[in-house]
């Protein structure tokens, strides 16, 4: 045990990587609070409620702080 | 030799309306001519005294009496810079997405007090930080880490959200775990600890302090490494909310104080410091008693001093002022011991205690290696 070993996946935890055109990342929309994932070239465009507003998430990657 | 009221008389410091005197303590050699003041074990034993006033699990009050104020001061700062106990040090956050800042939440669970099993924090040892003289540090081991994990996620409640739209704005009846609380850290023990803690696990002394507040979607996760510290090093490590003392208040009324005077002074005070008696008819009458001619008249009487805030307001009605003299008993040290749930507060005191005497052997042990 030392120090903190963070989880394998963790580089692509919020990036789904599929088959033949890339990767898609998640996004979350600003209006209805749905999850859109969009891949490279598709219009930014909320799948449910057609805003044009998402906002991307937080990584997943870990950060160390000081209690202090 | 001099009398019992002479030396009483030294150890008052005397407080006036603008300036403290007689500040500083005379009992020690050299002071009084023909009188010997060197420190002796069977006189300290003999004159000095410990009396309870409360004592609650987390918060006790008593008096020492009979002892030098560099080392009643000496146990007040032990207590608060030198006892030690377990805090958050060291903080992984894999996930937090709530309204409140990485650093300000990480800042926020070091201050959370922990409590457990009293023999399993004893046993726990020192985690040593990489220096410049040692870059590696202490390694992270089930003696000297507690692992503890904040996992949480803020939901909707089933038909909240229709709720929500009706006007309903009532959190508590909106969503789940939109509070996040101390109680919900959970202790991750490892190794050794699986049995030390095993009664009375790691945890919040207080389970209801708010760590922060969520809204449907937001989540935190984080794991946390509990270590031993001081609170010379991080105030998050003092074992006590406060460790305070202050000396014991003297009023001596030098005249009497009659009828609406007494009254008067008496609301100078706090509740229950100063009493009325009435003054008896034997009083009354007794030839050249200052009391002479007031019989059933009311009279102040000092009832407890121990209450007193010396807020010195009797000092500043002119009718008063020539009538009282106020002042503290040098070596009448009431102790004021507010634990943070770590320890209990008598257990504290005795803590600090032990380190002083600590103190002094390894002074002890330094001086003979001098000597040598
Ligand atoms: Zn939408």
């Known amino acids: 045990m030392s120090g903190y070993v963070p989880p394998t996946s963790t580089a692509a935890a919020t990036t789904t990587t599929s088959t033949g055109e890339g990767r898609s990342v998640d996004y979350t929309c600003g209006d209805c609070n749905a999850a859109v994932s969009l891949k490279r070239g598709e219009p930014i465009r909320c799948r449910s409620c057609g805003h044009r507003v998402l906002y991307k998430q937080r990584t997943n990657r870990m950060v160390q702080f000081e209690a202090r | ?372």
Request: hydrophobic share 40%; glycine share 6%; charged share 25%.
């Open chain 2, 1 to 372: 030799m001099v009398g019992q009221a002479e030396l009483d008389r030294r150890k008052i410091v005397g407080i006036n309306a603008e300036t403290v005197t007689n500040v500083t303590s005379t009992d020690f050699p050299g002071q009084w001519p023909g009188e010997d003041h060197s420190w002796d074990l069977d006189f300290f034993k003999r004159t000095f005294n410990v009396k309870f006033h409360s004592n609650d699990q987390f918060d006790s009050s008593f008096s020492l009496i009979g002892l030098d104020a560099s080392v009643a001061n000496a146990f007040r700062r032990i207590l608060i810079a030198e006892v030690p106990t377990v805090a958050i040090e060291d903080i992984f956050v894999i996930h937090n997405t709530s309204i409140i800042q990485d650093e300000v939440l990480c800042h926020r669970m070091g201050l959370i007090p922990f409590r457990g099993s009293r023999e399993g924090l004893r046993w726990m040892h020192w985690f040593q930080k990489g220096n410049d003289e040692d870059p590696e540090g202490s390694t992270h081991n089930d003696y000297n880490v507690c692992i503890l994990n904040l996992q949480i996620e803020c939901a909707w409640q089933a038909g909240g959200q229709m709720r929500a739209v009706n006007g309903e704005t009532d959190p508590n009846k909106l969503y789940n775990n939109h509070n996040v609380y101390a109680r919900d850290i959970i202790y991750e023990p490892t190794g050794q600890q699986i049995t030390r803690f095993a009664d009375d696990p790691v945890r919040a002394a207080n389970p209801d302090i708010l760590i922060a507040k969520l809204r449907p979607g937001q989540k935190i996760n984080m794991r946390m490494y509990a270590m031993k510290g001081i609170g010379a090093d991080h105030a998050k490590f003092s074992p006590v909310a406060t460790a305070s003392y202050r000396l014991l208040p003297t009023i001596d009324i030098l005249k009497p104080i009659i009828g609406p005077d007494a009254e008067k002074f008496a609301r100078c005070f706090p509740k229950g410091v100063i009493g009325l008696e009435p003054i008896t008819r034997e009083e009354g009458q007794r030839e050249g008693s200052e009391y002479k001619g007031h019989e059933g008249e009311m009279k102040a009487v000092v009832e407890d001093t121990m209450r007193d805030t010396v807020s010195r307001e009797c000092l500043r009605h002119a009718e008063l002022k020539d009538k009282v003299k106020l002042g503290r008993v040098r070596d009448h040290f009431i102790f004021k011991v507010e634990s943070t749930g770590q320890w209990e507060s008598d257990e504290l005191f005795l803590e600090s205690v032990k380190l002083l005497k600590i103190k002094a052997q390894r002074m002890k042990r330094a001086l003979a290696a001098l000597m040598r």
